[in-house]
């Protein structure tokens, strides 16, 4: 009973959501896609720096991606190949 009631609010999310994004003609990406997108920006301006700032900015872009490498564990996925594929 209880998984019944939890596939059924699922797929009442899952409705709702393409019902709103029908409604307003747009999406925003969620599972840490905002993150892995800012920490590959970080990585690569952290390039053009010399100084002490590259390793902050380089560490703060690592930290960003706890994230989605936190949501790709709980979905069973393996994390390390999911940052590969975000850094190709």
Do not use: F, W
Not at 16 to 45: D, F, I, Q, W
Not at 46 to 75: C, F, G, H, M, W
Request: aromatic share 4%.
């Amino acid at each position: 009973e209880y998984m019944l009631d939890e596939m059924d609010r699922a797929l009442h999310d899952s409705l709702c959501v393409v019902k709103r994004m029908l409604e307003s003609n747009t999406l925003v990406p969620g599972g840490g896609a905002v993150e892995a997108a800012l920490s590959v920006h970080l990585e690569e301006y952290s390039t053009t720096l010399d100084s002490r700032e590259q390793l902050a900015i380089q560490e703060y872009a690592d930290a960003l991606l706890v994230i989605p490498k936190t949501l790709a564990v709980n979905a069973a996925k393996d994390s390390s190949e999911l940052v590969a594929k975000l850094r190709a």
